[in-house]
């Protein structure tokens, strides 16, 4: 070929090749910041695709033949996600992509690498059969021994993910990761190529251990450098010796830039070995357990220092992906919306998770607990390699990513029990010799890695630790029931134990940490979709008040299939908890403050009129923050709703508190004395520093008992009187859809269109003409009829976990809280025939707001409407309608949802909702 000719051809390769770089596909970014090669391809984007539904395609050699492919698929997302653009109608399934290699990568060994298939995976390049890789969550390459530089040629891809008991599937009932689910790409690499590299910092010595591993043995002696940028950039020489695949060194690092929460620092390393260049970053940080300060409590520790665990259940699944992110920005944005509201990490759960979403965690300051997945089979042979092969290549994997500090091998034994025949019967055992595999495979990965935390089994239902890092434990409850129970782990965990322990296994000098909580599974059947903020908040309090238990661990960070109390929904859209309303200042992130103060377990009392109500005080400072002085201020108000919903404000208080880090104490209770009247009173508690920055909000919440009053005083300093009648005393209703009542009344739903109809009665003495004006008053909110309303009950498979679709308000518990998306309804008034308004209706909500429904809910696990609450109304009653009323001795009020808008109406009495509020007439004196 002549030089001419030659610069033609590569003119119009670099040409195909740029405009196929431009092509909007998938996932384009490097899958490994942290192992990254300048020469690489990324083949995501259309496949040819072909399902195996009889599994002839090896007979019928598709690899090899010209036989067409008759659906496309987009890569790398799971066959059968939306994503993907093709349904999942087999166990095995064909791709076929036409691949051009860089010609300036000759000279180079080309590989072409997975990120993630489930399950095996076969690999052909034009025709030739490249290798097969069984497993599902890590990467795996093999090389082009074929290749043609710049030639078109054909890569074809079998993977079989037929069910078997040994592999480990997770919780992919949420959404089968079937086929490549992870980036799959080409690069070119140097004859002796590096296959990983890992960096082991230790602050301590202020030095980088750094390693570097080889697929085979050198065949000679090959020059190695790592260089590293940052505050002092550092660059060393080496030589790899002949004959390893192992090679390790020490970098010193002196006066090194920890990586933090606060400052998540990254040393960006370049490492050549003979003709190959990797680039990578590793953190200097220290993963340990220390005492928590003026304690012998342990604690996780980063950098000698503790940390106070607030970490969320991350299921990392995605509506229309399943187990792989549409784009790397959403990955950014899991990471974000646990640090933008004060958690410092997440569990990835039962899920080796993608490695650009581990990256963002690196960078943005999240710390990282790493499941290993779960078969669902016994703990046979084939299952317990599986598993240790998963373990080596995930630790391996994911060596360098500094917010990873723990790994979990089991969860709550999950694949771990085996059938035995105990007594004429069969039951699931943990047997002591699956119990000491489990002990060997904490010590495997506590060999691979001894830089990091290990948990054994992250237990519950009766299981227990053998050997572990960490004692932790899983605990689903309602939110009066955390006292007690803390109160039980506090005082039966200690070195010796063998309480959360197998026998013949005691507890070690290691943290206690709650490893899942909640009150999803608190409630019988679990709460459905329901406002998890108030038990939360009662949740949290406690934890605070229990310092021996060094943290804990949501139940999750988004909603799942079958779990609807994440933080936000599924498709990652934001929930409301209304603290905002209920104390300026205050949001979610308060519930994860360094500076805590409360009230304990109890949220919202009863109270009596004038009563003078002693109120316990907890301080829980988790810092070491030394800016804030040794005085702080605590500013306490008083202010609600009264029989009427109007809002005052009755009392406020300040309350000084010395500070010191690290403080956990009980402070002198306050005496706090209720208003006068039938009231729901809101006591804020904010702390604030001597430059009158506000470190954390709080909230308790006093309903005062007293019946509703007579006669009032309007905020307009007039009188008025009153009549009311209770919700349920209803004159007439007429409903499209449903009408039932909730607790014997407390609240009445009319769903549909139609009305409720209420009578008062004229009170006797009260002449009318002496009356300035009527007005009605009610908390009324839309009412939408959901699934376990609905008089057919719905079926389905109850086996959530391993694919069943679920209905978020099918459950008896349900009721959906507050977020986004709102269901509205309008409502027409009318007084004695007289048309006296017409009121838009926002939603149905339900979170913290609702302190009456909450407050007044059975302690028996069940839940009624919890937190839902309505919008306070004040109807103008015409003139037309009193001159009537002054007939007939009575005012007949409608309230009418038109067949137009068809939202439903809830009437909230004054122990349900938002305020102590009756439907009421209010007759405002002259």
């Given amino acids: 070929m002549t030089h001419s000719k030659k610069l033609l051809y590569l003119f119009c390769y670099f040409l195909t090749f740029n405009l196929s770089a431009q092509e909007n ?12 090669r300048a020469d690489w391809q990324n083949l995501n984007g259309n496949w040819a695709f072909e399902f195996d539904k009889n599994d002839v395609g090896l007979t019928q050699k598709w690899h090899s033949s010209a036989k067409p492919f008759t659906k496309t698929i987009s890569v790398p997302f799971p066959w059968g996600s939306p994503l993907s653009g093709v349904k999942d109608e087999a166990d095995i399934a064909w791709y076929k992509k036409s691949i051009t290699i860089n010609p300036s990568w000759k000279g180079k060994k080309v590989f072409v690498t997975i990120g993630a298939s489930d399950w095996e995976t076969t690999v052909w390049l034009d025709g030739k059969l490249l290798g097969s890789h069984k497993g599902g969550y890590t990467p795996f390459s093999f090389e082009l021994t074929n290749v043609k530089h710049g030639a078109k040629q054909n890569l074809v891809i079998r993977v079989d993910d037929k069910r078997r008991d040994f592999t480990l599937y997770g919780k992919q009932g949420y959404g089968n990761a079937r086929g490549l689910w992870q980036t799959i790409y080409l690069e070119g690499r140097g004859q002796n190529y590096i296959d990983a590299i890992h960096f082991t910092p230790d602050i301590d010595k202020s030095e980088v251990k750094v390693t570097t ?50 400052d998540p620092y990254l040393y960006n390393t370049t490492v050549k070995l003979g003709d190959d260049e990797v680039k990578s970053y590793f953190g200097m940080r220290k993963i340990s357990t220390v005492n928590l300060p003026g304690t012998n409590y342990k604690y996780i520790a980063l950098n000698n ?13 995605h509506p229309e992906g399943f187990y792989t992110f549409p784009t790397d920005e959403f990955m950014k944005n899991e990471i974000l919306i646990a640090r933008n509201i004060g958690l410092n990490g997440i569990r990835t759960h039962i899920k080796v998770d993608v490695p650009r979403k581990l990256y963002w965690a690196d960078k943005l300051g999240v710390l990282v607990m790493s499941d290993l997945p779960n078969s669902w089979g016994e703990p046979d042979k084939n299952a317990q390699q599986e598993s240790e092969y998963t373990l080596k290549e995930m630790i391996k994997r994911d060596y360098n990513h500094p917010a990873i500090f723990s790994w979990i091998t089991f969860n709550e034994t999950w694949g771990l029990r085996t059938k035995k025949v105990v007594n004429g019967k069969t039951e699931n055992i943990y047997t002591p010799e699956t119990q000491k595999w489990v002990a060997s495979v904490y010590r495997l990965a506590k060999s691979l890695d001894a830089t990091r935390l290990v948990e054994d089994n992250s237990i519950c239902c009766g299981a227990g630790h053998t050997e572990t890092d960490i004692n932790s434990w899983h605990e689903y409850l309602p939110g009066w029931e955390w006292e007690n129970h803390l109160k039980m782990i506090d005082e039966k965990t ?75 929904r599924f498709d990652r859209s934001e929930k409301d908890l209304g603290v905002q309303e209920m104390v300026k200042g205050m949001s979610l992130k308060d519930f994860h403050a360094p500076f805590y103060i409360s009230t304990g377990n109890e949220i919202s009392k009863t109270a009596q009129a004038n009563e003078v109500v002693t109120v316990p005080l907890y301080a829980s400072f988790m810092t070491d923050r030394t800016d804030v002085g040794n005085k702080l201020t605590l500013k306490i108000n008083l202010y609600g709703y009264d029989a009427l919903g109007q809002e005052k404000t009755w009392s406020s208080m300040e309350r000084t508190i010395d500070y010191q880090p690290w403080l956990q104490k009980e402070l002198p209770s306050i005496d706090v004395k209720m208003p006068n009247e039938k009231a729901v009173v809101t006591m804020s508690l904010v702390l604030v520093d001597n430059a009158g920055n506000e470190l954390h909000h709080n909230v308790m919440n006093f309903i005062v008992d007293a019946p509703t009053p007579a006669e009032i005083v309007l905020l307009s300093g007039k009188k008025a009187r009153l009549v009311s009648v209770n919700a349920r005393d209803f004159k007439s209703a007429k409903w499209s859809a449903k009408q039932w009542n909730v607790l014997d009344g407390l609240k009445i739903n009319g769903a549909g269109n139609g009305y409720f109809e209420y009578a008062f009665k004229i009170p006797s003495g009260l002449d009318l003409n002496n009356v300035e004006s009527v007005a009605f008053v009610v908390e009324a909110g839309a009412k939408q009829l959901f ?3 609905m008089d057919k009950k719905l079926k389905g498979n109850e086996n959530y976990m391993l694919g069943a679709i679920a209905d978020p ?7 959906a809280m507050t977020d986004m998306k709102k269901f509205p309804s309008s409502v027409s008034v009318s007084v004695n025939g007289t048309f006296a308004g017409r009121y838009d209706l926002p939603d149905d909500p339900s979170d913290h707001r609702g302190v009456l429904s909450w407050h007044n809910q059975l302690k028996d696990k069940k839940l009624r409407e919890a937190g839902s609450y309505g919008y306070r109304l004040g109807v103008n009653i015409p003139q037309k309608a009193i001159e009537e009323a002054k007939k007939t001795g009575e005012l007949v009020v409608r309230l009418e949802v038109p067949e137009s808008m068809n939202g439903g109406l809830a009437i909230y009495g004054d122990k349900f909702g938002r305020y102590p509020l009756n439907p009421t007439a209010v007759f405002v004196l002259k």
């Fill in 25 to 36: 596909i998938p996932l384009p970014e490097h899958p490994r910041p942290d192992f990254e």
């Fill in 787 to 789: 699934a376990k309303d």
């Fill in 305 to 317: 220092k503790p940390v106070y665990m607030q970490l969320a259940l991350d299921q990392s699944y």
């Fill in 809 to 815: 308000v099918q459950n008896p518990n349900a009721y």
């Fill in 494 to 568: 200690f070195v010796g134990s063998d309480f959360h322990y197998e026998k013949g296994y005691k507890q070690t000098d290691v943290p206690n940490i709650n490893s899942e909580c909640g009150n999803v599974w608190g409630y019988e059947g679990s709460t459905g979709d329901c406002d998890w903020s108030w038990d939360y908040h009662r949740m949290i309090n406690t934890f605070r008040k229990y310092p021996k238990i060094a943290g804990w661990l949501y139940t999750e960070h988004h909603d799942v299939i079958n779990e609807w109390n994440g933080y936000v």
């Fill in 213 to 262: 591993y080889l697929a085979k043995p050198a065949p000679q002696d090959i020059a190695l450098s790592v260089s590293i940028d940052g505050p002092q950039s550092t660059a060393t020489r080496q030589t790899f010796p002949k004959g390893q695949t192992e090679y390790s060194f020490t970098i010193p690092m002196p006066s090194a830039r920890l990586w933090d929460l606060e």
